[in-house]
Nanobody
Framework: QVQLVESGQGLVQPGGSLKRSCKAS????????VGWFRQAPGKEREGVSC?????YYGDSVKGRFTISRDNAKSTVYLQMNNLKPEDTAVYYCAIRRGPCPIIRGIITSSDFGAWGQGTQVTVSS
């Protein structure tokens, strides 16, 4: 059974850092692209980052967020630095066969077949 389990909720002040993790089970993660997405209230889901051997980032997080993966541990991480209130959202990890779907520089959610449960990240003073 394919399962993705994300680390717990996070609350941090502006300028602070958080590291999210996404633990996979039921499949060999090394064969998949892994993406991080987020959705804030009233907004569309946004592609944050994706890893398929290369790494890709949404414009709003470039230079602040870093995606990494440990295939031996079946875990993907998202290091988030210099957090801003606009980073507040529910964050999801997801997997996809094939490369990261990048269209005109935007990470899309096309064909991501399995998703984590989502965890809240709140950036507030």
């Amino acid at each position: 059974q394919v399962q993705l389990v994300e680390s717990g909720q996070g609350l941090v002040q502006p300028g602070g850092s958080l590291k999210r993790s996404c633990k996979a089970s039921g499949f060999i993660m090394a064969y998949y692209a892994v993406g991080w997405f987020r959705q804030a209230p009233g907004k569309e889901r946004e592609g944050v980052s994706c890893s398929d051997g290369g790494t890709y980032y949404g414009d709003s997080v470039k230079g602040r967020f870093t995606i990494s993966r440990d295939n031996a541990k079946s875990t993907v991480y998202l290091q988030m630095n210099n957090l801003k209130p606009e980073d507040t959202a529910v964050y999801y990890c997801a997997i996809r066969r094939g490369p990261c779907p990048i269209i005109r520089g935007i990470i899309t959610s096309s064909d991501f077949g399995a998703w984590g449960q989502g965890t809240q990240v709140t950036v507030s003073s």
